[in-house]
């Protein structure tokens, strides 16, 4: 008897009943995978179709001839406008147009510890912000870094920047008028672009395709194996921060950091030089233990106009609007002199330093009770309170022991103040972001304004609670080691706000 038995017949539909059972499994797999794509690519479509393999080597259309850089910036705001600051010099140092982002979400994109060398790669960052971005757009809650600070103190001159939103329409021939707050930008949003769809471009400028391209070089260089310099005869040597031995081995890796020149290693004659746009992963760079962390760029007297872009950079101030209704509510609601007390209480590290950020508090107002020439004596003291604590879990804290005390008047603004949301309707019709920008070559200045749907209005109470601040003329105590203080000491000694 042969070892294999004849099929029988009765086996046939069986058979093929597995067979489309199959099949369509196959194609509900493929439908779940692509769901998410398929979803963006509605809600912002493509212009052109799809890109075949002929016109991929077209890097954009209406912005030919420029030159691009691209980053992913990541964490909060403050850390976002460090990075902005950082590409904003690299894009200097390297001749570029940069391409502006809008304000992500608070911790919508991490980064890692460079410190620890455990970071997410660049393409991983890219790739993290483009999504987000499209989720701001599709949410319609896009607001351009360049609406909320005034880049026009760095870039009038200096640098030309281009704000996403037209890159993205003009670029890759999205749709981005569910990102636009105004007629300008609905306007050139409608251009019609030649080339590019959303799945070409989210490739394209995440670096999923590494560098080969004719569109885009993607650096690959992060923090744990890089620290950019720019004119040191440091070039290539060993920078004075490496992992140590016990990281090493309990990691299992083998980075070694080196101090490298951005305009040797990127500049003219190197192979970047070559592409469109150059892709930075994360561009934030922080003191650690006698190094950069990733970005050793202060001083550099051998090029003069990049020295004077850094004294530019010391402060760039928020949007005029802004500014306005700090100063607007400092003198109609607060009326008199007062103390701005800036306490990071929830977020991160400073939820447990309640202690000393309440410390540091009471002793600075001990010592405006001491100084009464300051104020009129009857008078309480007015503190200005910004604080990430809501008011109902006050319960048994410092601030509620100063909230009883009739020896001071505290004052709060609320995200949902008519005072703030009239700026922020303002804010959103002026436009900055579009307006300082590139603006494609086939766009008409003199073009009627396109109506369209207007975006979420923008939450920037922080921004105008920092301003408030900026006019407290009896001090400001802010917390250890938060950003937001800094931001803020640099708005009171630049004088942002003149009563």
């Known amino acids: 008897m042969s070892r294999w038995r004849k099929r029988s017949p009765r086996n046939k539909p069986l058979f093929l009943l597995s067979v489309t059972l199959l099949l369509l499994f196959a194609l509900f797999l493929a439908f779940c995978l692509s769901s998410t794509a398929d979803l963006l690519r509605s809600l912002l479509p493509s212009s052109s179709g799809t890109l075949d393999a002929a016109r991929s080597t077209q890097c954009g259309f209406f912005l030919r001839g420029e030159r691009f850089l691209w980053f992913a910036p990541h964490s909060g705001f403050s850390n976002q406008v460090s990075e902005l600051k950082n590409a904003i010099l690299f894009a200097a140092i390297l001749n570029r147009t940069l391409i502006v982002p809008p304000v992500l979400d608070h911790h919508a994109v991490a980064l890692g510890s460079c410190p620890k060398f455990r970071v997410s790669s660049p393409t991983e960052l890219r790739t993290a912000v483009w999504d987000h971005i499209m989720e701001l757009v599709r949410d319609r809650r896009y607001v351009s870094m360049g609406d909320i600070i005034d ?20 670029w890759c021939g999205l749709n981005m008028e569910q990102a636009c707050s105004g007629g300008l930008c609905c306007a050139i949003s409608g251009i019609k672009s030649a080339v590019g769809n959303f799945d070409q471009c989210r490739s394209l400028l995440s670096g999923l395709q590494g560098n080969n391209n004719q569109c885009t ?38 980075y070694v950091r080196k101090r490298r020149s951005i305009s040797k290693a990127l500049g003219p004659g190197s192979k970047a030089a070559m592409s469109p746009i150059l892709a930075f992963g994360t561009l934030f760079s922080a003191p650690y233990r006698g190094s950069e962390s990733y970005i050793d760029i202060h001083e550099v007297p051998g090029d003069p106009r990049i ?52 410390s540091t508090l009471e002793q600075k107002l001990k010592s405006l009770e001491l100084k009464p020439n300051q104020r009129i004596l009857s008078d309480p003291i007015n503190i200005f309170l910004m604080t990430d604590l809501p008011s109902v879990n006050w319960t048994g804290t410092y601030l509620a022991d100063l909230a009883k005390d009739s020896t001071y008047q505290l004052y709060t603004m609320g995200e949902k103040s008519e005072l703030v949301t009239q700026a922020a309707k303002r804010l959103m019709a002026s436009e900055h972001g579009i307006r300082s920008s590139v603006l494609p070559r086939n766009y008409e200045g003199s073009r009627k304004k396109k109506a369209c749907n207007q975006v979420l209005l923008p939450d920037i109470l922080l921004y105008i609670e920092e301003s ?16 937001i203080a800094e931001n803020i000491e640099l708005m009171r000694k630049s004088n942002t706000c003149k009563l």
């Open 307 to 358: 020295q004077s872009l850094l004294k530019k950079m010391e402060f760039i101030p928020f949007a005029p609007e802004i500014l306005a209704a700090g100063k607007e509510f400092a003198l109609n609601k607060i009326k008199k002199p007062f103390l701005c007390a800036q306490l990071r209480l929830l977020d991160g590290q400073f939820k447990n330093h309640w202690k000393a950020t309440f």
């Open 468 to 483: 408030v601040c900026s006019c407290a003329s009896l001090g400001f105590v802010g917390t250890a080691g938060s950003t």
């Open 217 to 254: 070089y993607a650096v690959e260089d992060d923090c744990r194996t890089t620290v950019w310099t720019y004119l040191q005869d440091t070039d290539e040597t060993l920078d004075s921060f490496q992992a140590g031995k016990e990281l090493l081995k309990k990691k299992k890796f083998s």
């Open 151 to 170: 880049l026009s103190v760095v870039t009038s001159s200096m640098v030309r920047t281009v704000d996403f939103r037209i890159f993205a329409s003009a």
